[in-house]
């Protein structure tokens, strides 16, 4: 029963950078993993990044490795992706979830999810 809003959302170009935040206020927050996946108009929502409640296991989609960092801040309850070199095909509404497990970082194990902040990257 967490609920979690994202933000940090908004039109950059194509090169720029953004930081999300998902805070969330249920105080099972740290015990569990986190996501953010994203979601383009037409097409299925996609994974883009986990890490587990001790930060120890991260898991990135191939095509943000190497400019999307994920990160939480457990005593804050709140998950933050990073995201630099921002690319047109970046643009989505990006949700975080709650995973199921504290460790499990696969697709499906993550639920409850947030309403979602608009990033738009043009070119």
């Known amino acids: 029963q967490v609920q979690l809003v994202e933000s940090g959302g908004g039109l950059v170009q194509a090169g720029g950078s953004l930081r999300l935040s998902c805070a969330a206020s249920?105080?099972?927050?740290?015990?569990?993993?986190m996501g953010w996946f994203r979601q383009a108009p037409g097409k299925e929502r996609e994974f883009v990044a986990a890490?587990?409640?001790?930060?120890?296991?991260?898991r990135y989609t191939d095509s943000v490795k190497g400019r999307f960092t994920i990160s939480r801040d457990n005593a804050k309850n709140t998950l933050y992706l990073q995201m630099n070199n921002l690319q047109p095909e970046d643009t989505a509404v990006y949700s975080c979830?709650?995973?199921?497990?504290?460790?499990?970082?696969?697709?499906?194990?993550?639920?409850?999810w947030g309403q979602g902040t608009q990033v738009t990257v043009s070119s």
């Open positions: 979830a709650v995973g199921s497990t504290p460790d499990g970082l696969g697709d499906s194990g993550f639920g409850s």
């Open positions: 249920g105080s099972t927050f740290s015990r569990y993993a």
């Open positions: 890490i587990a409640w001790r930060g120890g296991r991260t």
